[in-house]
């Protein structure tokens, strides 16, 4: 059985099953999305430790704040209900997956450091997507960033990071499986470190330097026939499989369900964004050669 550790987390269900798992069950817990893998693991191991009270399922964090009252009503009991007083006495908070600033209240309210995982090198691709945008953009590496989460967005001082190659034919699906074993192991190593008081340095990160990584608009799922098919590759796994890419195809816009390289014959003469086919599949010109799609729907919304 886990024991109760001096600590906050917050973020996704997976992440608090894996630190309890590993003897380090935070004492207070903000869950995002229980219903998301191991939502229910972690409702069973919260009652198993007495901690209904201290775990949160909610992405309302200001409103449990505003009904938390500012002492303890159940002393020094580390499984009574949630107070201002429990956030203070945890060392540190740690954040795992959380699509959202933090409350400043929250920061304010706890004992120490809060320490957030981001799967990208920062200060590059800052934001709730950096698999798309580290694909998109042809980066060769990424990885996991340990950092000092501080009022703004994935923008602290950076006290560690560990890097992993992107190969070539990686996906955004891929590359998120990938990081997120990365950064479950490091989770325990952290708390650990956390639960025991430790003190956290860190570089800080230049205001004017690294880059932004939102989730994909429209405008950044269009497909332009007039670049080389490598880019369009790129951009195919990027999206994989969250987001259907946008283009036009004779004067009609189209959402793709696939898009590769083309490695059959190319008609000569045919201008960049004419469709022709082989053996059934529709093959498109671009700047180089040709790509295979696959429609998904005709018409975009």
Same mark, same amino acid.
């Given at each position: 059985? @886990?024991?109760? =550790?001096?600590?906050?987390?917050?973020?996704?269900?997976?992440?608090?099953?894996?630190?309890?798992?590993?003897?380090?069950?935070?004492?207070?817990?903000?869950?995002?999305? $229980?219903?998301?893998?191991?939502?229910?693991?972690?409702?069973?191991?919260?009652?198993?430790?007495?901690?209904?009270?201290?775990?949160?399922?909610?992405?309302?964090?200001?409103?449990?704040?505003?009904?938390?009252?500012?002492?303890?009503?159940?002393?020094?009991? +580390?499984?009574?209900?949630? /107070?201002?007083?429990?956030?203070?006495?945890?060392?540190?908070?740690?954040?795992?997956?959380?699509?959202?600033?933090?409350?400043?209240?929250?920061?304010?309210?706890? $004992? $120490?450091?809060?320490? $957030?995982?981001? #799967?990208?090198?920062? +200060?590059?691709?800052?934001? #709730?997507?950096?698999?798309?945008?580290?694909? @998109? /953009?042809?980066?060769?590496?990424?990885?996991? /960033?340990?950092?000092?989460?501080?009022?703004?967005?994935?923008?602290?001082?950076?006290?560690?990071?560990?890097?992993?190659?992107? #190969?070539?034919?990686?996906?955004?699906?891929?590359?998120?499986? =990938?990081?997120?074993?990365?950064?479950?192991?490091?989770?325990?190593?952290? @708390?650990?470190?956390? @639960?025991?008081?430790?003190?956290?340095?860190?570089?800080?990160?230049?205001?004017?330097?690294?880059?932004?990584?939102?989730? +994909?608009?429209?405008?950044?799922?269009?497909?332009?026939?007039?670049?080389?098919?490598?880019?369009?590759?790129?951009?195919?796994?990027?999206?994989?499989?969250?987001? =259907?890419?946008?283009?036009?195809?004779?004067?009609?816009?189209?959402?793709?369900?696939?898009?590769?390289?083309?490695?059959?014959?190319?008609?000569?003469?045919?201008?960049?964004?004419?469709?022709?086919?082989?053996?059934?599949?529709?093959?498109?010109?671009?700047?180089?050669?040709?790509?295979?799609?696959?429609?998904?729907?005709?018409?975009?919304?």
């Amino acid at each position: 059985m @886990a024991t109760v =550790s001096p600590y906050l987390y917050v973020g996704l269900p997976l992440g608090a099953c894996v630190l309890i798992q590993n003897g380090w069950a935070p004492a207070c817990a903000f869950i995002w999305d $229980g219903d998301v893998l191991g939502g229910r693991r972690l409702r069973r191991l919260a009652h198993s430790l007495g901690l209904e009270n201290r775990y949160h399922f909610t992405d309302d964090i200001d409103g449990v704040l505003a009904r938390a009252p500012r002492t303890s009503t159940a002393g020094d009991n +580390p499984t009574g209900p949630l /107070s201002m007083h429990a956030l203070s006495c945890c060392h540190g908070g740690l954040l795992w997956y959380w699509p959202r600033r933090l409350p400043v209240e929250l920061l304010a309210a706890l $004992g $120490g450091p809060m320490l $957030g995982l981001h #799967p990208s090198l920062l +200060p590059s691709f800052r934001g #709730p997507d950096p698999f798309f945008w580290s694909i @998109a /953009s042809g980066s060769t590496e990424t990885g996991v /960033s340990l950092y000092r989460v501080d009022e703004d967005y994935d923008t602290g001082p950076v006290i560690l990071q560990s890097k992993i190659a992107i #190969p070539e034919t990686q996906t955004a699906l891929g590359l998120s499986r =990938s990081l997120d074993r990365l950064s479950l192991r490091l989770l325990p190593l952290v @708390a650990a470190q956390l @639960a025991e008081g430790r003190s956290w340095a860190g570089v800080a990160q230049s205001p004017s330097s690294g880059s932004w990584a939102p989730r +994909p608009r429209a405008t950044h799922l269009r497909v332009h026939w007039s670049a080389s098919v490598a880019v369009l590759e790129r951009l195919a796994r990027a999206a994989r499989p969250t987001y =259907s890419l946008i283009a036009n195809l004779g004067g009609q816009e189209v959402r793709l369900r696939s898009l590769r390289r083309h490695t059959g014959r190319v008609p000569i003469g045919l201008p960049v964004g004419t469709a022709f086919q082989e053996a059934g599949t529709v093959c498109v010109c671009c700047a180089d050669g040709a790509v295979a799609v696959e429609l998904a729907t005709f018409g975009v919304g």
